[in-house]
């Protein structure tokens, strides 16, 4: 689902694209640029709307349908972080981002940035300085802590 969600915004935007190429062709010869413009535009609207021949089921989708299903999909009970290894706290960290991007309902979301902030709590409560380190290097929200730490549980 997510996937063809992205294919049609991309062959939407190449489609606008192509237009505007088109349309501005005219202008663009005035300014220089109707060239390049018109060919990307062309490009674009030629070799976007292609889809593949393949079945609607085919096993590359059902991968992808399992690994969006996994993402979305809230913890049945989510175990104490305590209890967590650190490679799985840090997986459960970069996997909480990609819920947390999805999540519509309020509480859901509540719930998912309190656990995320346990998550933050107990990286820094395992090795204060690896947590540092990655902080410092520019920490993104689903980057991945992992190679700034020392402790391994």
Not at 17 to 32: E, S, W, Y
Request: some cysteine; hydrophobic content about 45%; aromatic content about 8%.
């Amino acid at each position: 689902m997510l996937i063809r969600a992205i294919w049609a915004a991309a062959t939407a935007f190449a489609g606008v694209f192509a237009t505007l190429a088109a349309v501005g062709a005219p202008v663009g010869a005035m300014l220089g640029w109707s060239l390049p413009a018109a060919a990307v535009g062309a490009v674009a609207a030629v070799v976007l709307p292609r889809r593949r021949k393949r079945g609607p089921d085919t096993p590359a989708d059902r991968s992808t349908n399992d690994v969006v299903a996994a993402i979305t999909r809230p913890p049945q009970a989510p175990r104490p972080v305590a209890e967590l290894s650190t490679d799985d706290l840090c997986t459960a960290w970069r996997r909480s981002y990609f819920q947390l991007l999805v999540a519509r309902d309020p509480a859901t979301r509540r719930s998912m940035v309190q656990r995320r902030q346990d998550y933050l709590d107990e990286l820094e409560r395992r090795d204060r300085r690896g947590f540092v380190r990655w902080l410092h290097s520019g920490a993104r929200a689903g980057g991945d802590p992992g190679p700034f730490l020392r402790t391994r549980r």
